[in-house]
């Protein structure tokens, strides 16, 4: 399916988009187009294109108003040092995107077509995609239920959108290790539930949780397991990782509660091109607490796309407190951080075949 561009009349003007660029943070500015299709029952996909941004124009009963039937996915275009644009295995999100769409009812949107909007949408927008650091250029897919209809069943007409939004370095001023708040009143997601879902609803039910962790004075909230609220899932909207002093990488495994991360896949297998056994099991809040303690776990970090590789320097719980070395960032963390942002920047060999050239 192709996405033809309707140019904007009125772009946003190369002086204001220098100074967004210059300090654009995070999902604060937008660029001057937007990929869009709808799908409709019986007929499919269809009105692809690429057109001005600007507001959406729902019906007061539009499905996903009531019954939340959306789903989304992120990822970014990195501009290279030969001012080529690439995206980080965008395969990976399409994929995604489709699994989330069946478990909320949704259809699925085929790869090549999700691959054409994020292409042709970049192509379009191609100056707002900025150079130099950690910048790149976040592209939100998304789909929503627009059908005006008030029954509780799966919708009949859809939208699928893609928007970007350039974005600086998540750490302006170097990387800092983070404080987690082990929430020990909420869950994130049950056995047969949308955890693995990438989904508006699981950080909608996460957020109450997230206040908290924030009037505790930690940056992150981690969850537990909702059947025995015993085993370490994942963060508010990152997965978690732990480095044994024998170089081992430990992260939860996917259970169908916790997020399938594309970043997280990345990781597990460059630390193990880097040499280090990677294990993918189920990890307790005590095992944590003890492995911290007694020196067999060295480093805690967490990835995501927004903030790559994120260093945890301390866990923060009713209990007390447990700080993870020296509460600096550590030596495995910062490699592979590294090595993950070489590669979406081109400074790195692909030997993966994980980086797709967009323009």
């Not at 193990?272 to 307790?284: I, L, P």
Request: hydrophobic letters at 40%.
């Amino acid at each position: 399916m192709s996405f033809p561009v309707h140019a904007s009349a009125a772009p946003v003007s190369a002086e204001r988009r220098a100074e967004v660029l210059a300090d654009p943070g995070f999902g604060k500015h937008f660029t001057d187009h937007m990929a869009t299709a709808t799908w409709t029952r019986g007929t499919g996909w269809h009105d692809a294109a690429v057109v001005p941004y600007g507001p959406l124009q729902l019906d007061p009963a539009a499905a996903v108003l009531h019954y939340a039937q959306e789903v989304f996915e992120g990822l970014k275009a990195y501009r290279h040092a030969d001012g080529s644009v690439w995206s980080f295995r965008p395969g990976a999100n399409a994929a995604r995107l489709a699994r989330s769409a069946r478990r909320l009812a949704l259809p699925e949107v085929p790869e090549q077509m999700f691959l054409e909007a994020v292409t042709q949408l970049v192509r379009t927008d191609e100056a707002w995609v900025p150079s130099g650091g950690e910048s790149s250029l976040y592209l939100r897919p998304f789909m929503v239920a627009t059908e005006a209809f008030l029954g509780v069943r799966s919708a009949h007409e859809v939208k699928f959108l893609v928007i970007a939004s350039p974005a600086g370095s998540y750490f302006r001023g170097g990387v800092e290790p983070v404080s987690i708040w082990l929430t020990q009143d909420y869950t994130r997601a049950a056995f047969g539930g949308t955890g693995s879902a990438k989904c508006g609803g699981n950080y909608a039910a996460s957020l109450v949780a997230q206040d908290e962790a924030h009037d505790n004075g930690c940056d992150q909230v981690c969850f537990l397991d909702a059947a025995e609220r015993r085993y370490v899932e994942e963060l508010g909207g990152m997965n978690l990782y732990f480095v044994h002093d024998d170089g081992t990488v430990v992260t939860p495994e996917l259970t169908g509660t916790i997020l399938e991360g594309i970043t997280r896949a990345s990781i597990l297998q460059l630390a193990q091109d880097a040499g280090h056994r990677v294990v993918e099991r189920r990890v307790s809040v005590d095992e944590w607490r003890e492995g911290v303690a007694s020196g067999r776990i060295t480093e805690v970090f967490a990835c995501g796309t927004a903030a790559v590789v994120t260093p945890v320097g301390r866990l923060v719980s009713r209990d007390g407190e447990l700080v993870h070395g020296t509460g600096a960032t550590g030596e495995v963390t910062a490699s592979i951080r590294q090595q993950l942002l070489d590669l979406q920047h081109g400074r790195a060999e692909d030997r993966h075949g994980w980086m797709h050239r967009l323009l």
